[in-house]
């Protein structure tokens, strides 16, 4: 099953998009006494933004309720929607893969697609059965059809039913009501997005998008026509060596092998490149440790950055520590300055 939605399924917590009606001046009246303002004001405090209490036995409805209106983002088209730009075609020992049906340009969104399924990320062969009968019989067909994995990793031995959920799901935090992660995560299966294959160097990255409830896919780099689209399935991957990423990977996902052109490289590329993710593992780890003036820190970033452009690694990176994903994703903010502006210095 995916892990990386930690980082890369990350929710884009934005507010609610309906905007909370006015409320009028609290007023005297017979429903207020006057003693009652600090009441009418917290009242008005509440109306911008309030989770309602919703007694349990309504909140499979409501989210119903709520899921069908959800509105869809005004910049989805048709196309994001229904027809990504990609093909379905065989890639051998990797099974199915997402090939770019034409040029495609970094930051385009390539598809938002609902979950087939939401499901708890452990369940017993019965829950899935009954949850699986559930459901209609498209969206079983749909969900038959995707890859099973049979490899020795943390998905042999299962059913039909929760083998194809750990080989094609998303493991997703799911957001707060106040925007912070619950630390619950749940288990989604996107039926077009799971034909996209990992890659240790991906093209595109993922990201789950709550107010629409929709997976979205970008293009984090331009993709030519012909070309297989990849996500990352895991965090982290960056700091660790081709063993450690075949490791995780097969816990995950059954999947032995990392065909990914980084771990298929010859011997002598693959021990550069773990060379180069040891250092990025050492640099971003020296961090944690504190200290380094403003000078020094800046010349560790642009060492990271230059590995990283060795690596071909175009995502943004998750080192495993998210005050310095944060750190690092503002020195990227102030390497790419709004065009015609200068770069800031690290003296500045
Ligand atoms: C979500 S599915 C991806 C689509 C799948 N290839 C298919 O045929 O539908 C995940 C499975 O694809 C295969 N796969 C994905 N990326 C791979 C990679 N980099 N190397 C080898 N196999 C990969 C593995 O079997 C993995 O369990």
Redesign the pocket.
């Known amino acids: 099953m ?1 892990r990386s939605a930690a980082r890369a399924c990350r929710p884009r917590i934005t507010p609610l998009r309906t905007a909370p009606r006015a409320v009028p001046a609290p007023r005297r009246s017979f429903f207020w006494s006057s003693s009652s303002s600090s009441a009418a004001a917290s009242a008005t405090d509440l109306a911008a933004n309030h989770v309602p209490s919703v007694a349990p036995d309504l909140l499979p409805l409501l989210f119903g309720v709520l899921l069908a209106h959800a509105a869809i983002d005004e910049s989805d088209d048709e196309k994001t929607l229904h027809c990504p730009p990609w093909k ?1 075609e ?2 051998g ?5 997402a090939v770019a049906a034409r040029d495609i340009k970094r930051g385009e969104r390539l598809i938002s697609e609902r979950p087939l399924c939401c499901w708890p990320n452990n369940i017993s062969a019965e829950e899935a059965k009954r949850l699986f009968e559930a459901m209609s019989e498209q969206e079983q067909a749909a969900f038959m059809a ?2 099973r ?1 049979d ?1 020795s990793g943390g ?1 042999t031995n299962l059913d039909e039913i929760r083998a194809r959920r750990a ?2 799901g998303f493991s997703i935090p799911l957001p707060a009501a106040d925007g912070s992660m619950m630390g619950k995560s749940v288990a989604m299966v996107f039926p077009r997005i ?7 160097a991906p093209n595109a990255a993922q990201a789950m998008n709550f107010i629409t409830f929709r997976m979205e896919v970008y293009a984090i780099t331009d993709i030519p026509a012909g070309t297989e689209i ?1 996500i990352e ?1 895991v965090p982290s991957l960056i700091t660790a060596s081709a063993l450690e990423r075949r490791q995780k ?1 097969r816990t995950s ?3 032995d ?4 052109p980084v ?1 298929a490289a010859s011997p002598a590329e693959v021990e550069l490149s773990d060379s180069r993710r040891r250092e990025i593992k050492a640099i971003s780890g020296s961090f944690r440790a504190g200290g380094g003036n403003r000078e020094a820190n800046w010349a560790k970033m642009t060492r990271i950055q230059q590995l990283l452009d060795e690596e071909g690694y175009r995502g943004l990176p998750d080192f495993g520590d998210p005050s310095f994903n944060h750190a690092f994703a503002v020195f990227r903010t102030m390497l790419s300055p709004a065009q015609g502006s200068t770069p800031l210095s690290a003296s500045s």
């Open positions: 995916f379905v065989s890639f020992d990797k099974g199915f893969g995707l890859a994995t490899g998905v080989t094609n799971a034909r996209i294959n990992h890659s240790c990849t399935y990977l996902f059954g999947f092998r990392c065909l990914c771990c």
